[in-house]
């Protein structure tokens, strides 16, 4: 309890760091990252928010923002984003690597082509675009890299197996990254969200009733989908900007903590699914499945 307080107090004392920063942030089209590239405007900051649909992002020039068309599958559209911020900025302060989705169904009937998209979407892009921000970073001797990672890289629920293996990804390289980078007055910071209100769940759901139909799985699968579906309709999760305000701290914060886990259930889920037992664990994920969420 001491600890969080102390982490508390300290953030509330270096949360001053106001100068202009250049920022460049993935997946800004919508939720999340549509929400934190407004935010960091508004607060001063030059802000380049990047994703594949610039349509969706023409509304953001009113702010300030400059929308930026990247795709992180792509890298030369990736190569060619960073260039044309330094070019135009001579330096990038953060990179908020927000890009990703989730792709739910049973690990037999989810094609290999898919499993690789995902990875190559919430894994290899944020690892490539990490590589091309950071010469520019170390010869700043400063940077930030913030990576959006999820509760799913600490915890496994029912037919999320590739994407939890996505996660568990991006906590593994931020922590490897955290460590290489601490030398070169460069920061990594993982951001854990709970269960947030957005499109995400809506999405993972289809594409679990997708790979589930005609198989020994649809059954559960359907039933589990419903219940994502509920869920992430519903009123109960949290607001984006939950996630927002972390990104927000870990943006601004003098020292910034090396993980944010924040939203609905984030720190319930990680405690136990540290405390109880595997097979506990996989039981209750089934049982949830049957609730019935209004």
Not at 66 to 94: K, Y
Not at 159 to 185: I, N
Request: aromatic share 10%.
């Amino acid at each position: 309890m001491w600890q969080k307080i102390f982490c508390h107090v300290r953030e509330s004392v270096y949360f001053c760091s106001m100068e202009q920063k250049v920022i460049l942030i993935t997946g800004a089209s919508s939720g999340i990252g549509r929400d934190t590239a407004q935010a960091l405007a508004a607060k001063g900051h030059k802000v380049y928010a990047a994703a594949r649909r610039m349509e969706l992002m023409e509304p953001l020039k009113e702010q300030g923002i400059t929308p930026l068309r990247m795709d992180v599958t792509d890298e030369q559209s990736m190569a060619e984003g960073v260039r044309f911020i330094l070019d135009r900025e001579g330096r990038i302060d953060v990179l908020v690597n927000n890009a990703g989705y989730g792709y739910f169904g049973p690990v037999e009937n989810v094609a290999m082509a898919e499993a690789r998209r995902q990875l190559e979407v919430n894994v290899f892009g944020l690892a490539r675009l990490c590589q091309l921000v950071l010469p520019t970073m170390r010869a700043q001797h400063s940077g930030r890299i913030i990576n959006l990672s999820s509760v799913a890289g600490r915890t496994v629920i029912y037919f999320g197996g590739w994407y939890h293996v996505s996660k568990y990804s991006v906590e593994a390289l931020s922590d490897a990254m955290r460590m290489e980078l601490k030398p070169f007055g460069i920061d990594v910071v993982k951001i854990q969200p709970g269960a947030i209100g957005t499109d995400w769940g809506i999405i993972a759901a289809d594409h679990l009733r997708q790979s589930s139909e005609g198989t020994p799985y649809e059954e559960e699968g359907t039933r589990w989908a419903r219940t994502m579906d509920k869920m992430y309709r519903s009123r109960f999760l949290s607001s984006p900007s939950v996630i927002t305000r972390a990104i927000l701290r870990a943006v601004d914060s003098r020292h910034p903590r090396t993980r944010y886990c924040t939203g609905r259930m984030a720190h319930l889920m990680v405690f136990f699914h540290n405390l109880l037992p595997a097979r506990w664990w996989d039981a209750m994920m089934r049982t949830f499945s049957r609730l019935n969420i209004t």
